[in-house]
């Protein structure tokens, strides 16, 4: 069955950056456009980017553009989103999902905390 | 950017009542491209909706959608205890894609 499992998250200060990584399985990764979503704590959802399946489109919300970078490694069926310039804002669960008409498979998330 | 609006921000109601939920577009989703997602606490979204009306696979046919244009509907035939959670619709048609802020399901 499908598989996403994120990592990367944790505790960081204003200013800093991470990497998160999302581990895809069970499903031909290369046929697939794949999202992240945030949700920040006791929030609702927040659509965060999107990348076509051979990683030549890209997209960005208006809040990650200029600071978040995505991208993927369809070889190691591997999602990545890099996250620069973090701010309290920024403190979110990070959820990576599979496109297909609708998110229709979800990680269970990674937590990014920024604070001094 | 299409700002979605859901109705109401909590609905109220008791097992076995029919549950209408609404999402409003500021701008037309063409191509009905809308999905709905339901959210368990703790728990990642799933997706229950897309393309306004398609049932994803393994969701009960107690969940339906409807609409089009700018006004979106979910409906509940039939609550279940496990349906007492949020729910959030999302459109797809423009980037930056979007989400509404959500409505909650409770018991009445």
């Known amino acids: 069955q499908v598989q996403l499992v994120e990592s990367g998250g944790g505790l960081v200060k204003p200013g800093g950056s991470l990497r998160l990584s999302c581990a895809a399985s069970?499903?031909?990764?290369?046929?697939?456009?794949m999202l992240w979503i945030r949700q920040a704590p006791g929030k609702g959802l927040e659509w965060v980017s999107y990348?076509?399946?051979?990683?030549?489109?890209?997209y960005y919300a208006d809040p990650a553009k200029g600071r978040f970078t995505i991208s993927r490694d369809n070889a190691k069926n591997s999602l990545f989103l890099q996250l620069n310039s973090l701010s309290a804002e920024d403190t979110a669960l990070y959820y990576c999902?599979?496109?297909?008409?609708?998110?229709?498979?979800w990680g269970q998330g990674t937590l990014v905390t920024v604070s001094s | 950017e299409i700002v979605l609006t859901q109705s109401p921000d909590t609905l109220s109601l008791s097992p076995g009542e029919r549950a209408t939920l609404s999402c409003r577009a500021s701008?037309?989703?063409?191509?009905?491209?809308l999905a709905w997602y339901q959210q368990k606490p703790g728990q990642a979204p799933r997706a229950l909706i897309y393309?306004?009306?398609r049932r994803a696979p393994g969701i009960p046919d107690r969940f339906s959608g409807s609409g089009s244009g700018t006004d979106f509907t979910l409906t509940i035939s039939r609550l279940e205890p496990e349906d007492f959670v949020v729910y959030y619709c999302?459109?797809?048609?423009?980037?930056?894609?979007?989400f509404g802020h959500g409505t909650k399901v409770d018991i009445k």
């Open positions: 999902a599979k496109w297909n008409y609708g998110a229709d498979s």
């Open positions: 069970g499903f031909s990764f290369t046929d697939y456009s």
């Open positions: 990348i076509n399946s051979n990683g030549g489109a890209v």
């Open positions: 701008q037309s989703v063409s191509s009905n491209n």
């Open positions: 393309g306004a009306s």
């Open positions: 999302q459109q797809y048609t423009t980037f930056p894609w979007t």
